[in-house]
């Protein structure tokens, strides 16, 4: 198992930044691809971003030019620095872990931005 916790989420104003931590602790050799993820109330959960072992990145195309992901190996972390933040940010963000087909999640931190 991978455990996957969040950190870093909080009320953030139209045009503010944020920076979301998720460390991974657990089964560590299942520690593959990172990337964070974030559902809106009364929406589906859509991707943000996310990161490969070698630090190739996938950005959603509402994310792209705000959103820095990034990691460190070493640590088991990934880091979600987002920009210009909007109203439409706001959303739970959840830390998310690839590994052979199986998805491990955190349990979210609520991000809102207030207009």
């Known amino acids: 198992q991978v455990q996957l916790m969040e950190s870093g989420g909080g009320l953030v104003q139209a045009g503010g930044s944020l920076r979301l931590s998720c460390t991974a602790s657990?089964?560590?050799?299942?520690?593959?691809?990172m990337g964070w993820y974030r559902q809106a109330p009364g929406k589906q959960r859509e991707l943000v971003a996310t990161?490969?072992?070698?630090?190739?990145?996938n950005y959603a195309d509402s994310v792209k030019g705000r959103a820095t992901i990034s990691r460190d190996n070493a640590k088991n972390t990934v880091y979600l620095q987002m920009s210009s933040l909007k109203p439409e940010d706001t959303a739970v963000y959840y830390c998310?872990?690839?590994?052979?087909?199986?998805?491990?999640w955190g349990r979210g931190t609520q991000v809102t931005v207030s207009s």
């Open positions: 990161i490969t072992k070698g630090g190739s990145s």
């Open positions: 998310n872990n690839q590994y052979a087909g199986l998805n491990y």
């Open positions: 657990g089964s560590i050799l299942r520690i593959n691809v």
